[in-house]
């Protein structure tokens, strides 16, 4: 369930360039994550925990 949430805090972080981007640009954008604080990312994937699971 953590690594879930990790895993949805980081395409949060890049949600806006996913959206604005095609196939193959998201493709490359996830395979070459792009640098982030990892104190972000791992306190973005904490608040995610409180959220009910759809």
């Given amino acids: 369930e ?3 949430r990790l895993c949805c805090a980081m ?3 890049i ?4 959206l604005a981007g095609d196939f193959t ?3 490359k ?3 070459n994550y792009p640098s982030t ?3 972000h990312l ?3 994937a904490d608040k995610l925990r409180g ?4």
Avoid: A, F
């Fill in 2 to 4: 953590s690594l879930l």
């Fill in 11 to 13: 395409l949060i972080l």
């Fill in 15 to 18: 949600r806006k360039r996913l």
């Fill in 25 to 27: 640009s998201n493709l």
């Fill in 29 to 31: 954008l996830l395979q």
């Fill in 37 to 39: 604080s990892v104190n």
């Fill in 42 to 44: 791992l306190d973005l």
């Fill in 51 to 54: 959220l009910p699971i759809l």
